[in-house]
Every structure is written in structure tokens, then in C-alpha cells.
């Protein structure tokens, strides 16, 4: 059996980090992901989907990704069972993260105060996105063209 989800969306606020009482950090958040096609009044439609993340994934998460934050996760499908005191009993579903990517470029999603070896070995910090111009040819290049 295969459960396995993989998400691009942002952030609908910032990320709530929190300690279970084994010291075990957990940070929760909700991303807004965009569905396919329009809705019966020609609108986008979005959904809100909470995601959760443990240990360094989960500090990671608290330090780095902020309201907004353009991020890709991969994980799975889970679904919570809460029993509220008053005898009711309610179930969510939620992704649990096991990577996620930085999907902005660095001007619009890391802190700025952030290094960019901060972010090293923790998915990709794209850059901002910059023009490129093909190089151009020099003399000695020219006899290598084949035409």
C-alpha cells in the first residue's frame, strides 16, 4: 500500500512550533494549494491544507518559513481522531512532512537575516531570477562548429 502526497502551496500564516513533553519539537501550519481549473463562477478554488513535521524538519520549518513562504512538501496522508471532553469526536486530515523545499527565491522567502549556508543540505533556495545571455562565440570556437 502506497501513501504518499506531494504539495506546492503557501503558507497562510506563520508556523507554530511546539515541544511535546518528551522534548520532541512539532511544527503545524496550513498551506494554500490552488486545485486544477476554475470553479462554476469561472474562480480559482483553494485548499487549506494542514501539514505537521517533527524533529529537525520541524525546527527547520519554525526557522525558515514565514506567512507566504512558497514551499513543495512530500509526506503522507494522515488522519487525526480528537475526542473533545464534551464527548464529541472529531477527525482531521493533515500531511505529515517528511522534506519539504524552499520553493521562493531568497529575496522574497528566506529571512533577511539569513545565510545562505543556513539553508545548505535542507532543499533547494532558488535565486532570484535573473536575465541570461547566451555567451557568445570567440574566433577559436568557430572551427569547431560543425557547419
Not at 40 to 49: A, H, V, Y
Not at 110 to 118: F, G, K, L, Q, R
Request: net charge negative.
Amino acid at each position: 500500500m502506497i501513501n504518499s502526497v506531494v504539495l506546492t502551496g503557501r503558507l497562510t500564516r506563520d508556523p507554530e512550533l511546539r515541544y511535546t513533553p518528551n522534548s520532541n519539537p512539532v511544527t503545524r501550519f496550513t498551506i494554500a494549494v490552488d486545485r486544477r481549473g476554475k470553479g462554476p463562477n469561472g474562480e480559482k478554488q483553494t485548499d487549506f491544507i494542514r501539514c505537521s513535521c517533527w524533529n529537525k524538519t520541524a525546527e527547520l520549518a519554525a526557522n525558515y518559513l514565514h506567512k507566504g513562504s512558497l514551499i513543495g512538501v512530500e509526506g503522507s496522508l494522515r488522519v487525526n481522531v480528537v475526542n473533545n471532553p464534551d464527548g464529541t469526536r472529531r477527525e482531521y486530515v493533515e500531511v505529515l512532512i517528511n522534506n519539504f523545499t524552499f520553493l521562493d527565491s531568497r529575496r522574497e522567502g528566506a529571512p533577511a537575516n539569513a545565510e545562505e549556508n543556513d539553508f545548505a543540505g535542507f532543499g533547494e533556495v532558488l535565486p532570484a531570477a535573473t536575465p541570461t545571455r547566451p555567451r557568445a562565440l570567440r574566433e577559436e570556437e568557430d572551427d569547431d562548429i560543425p557547419f
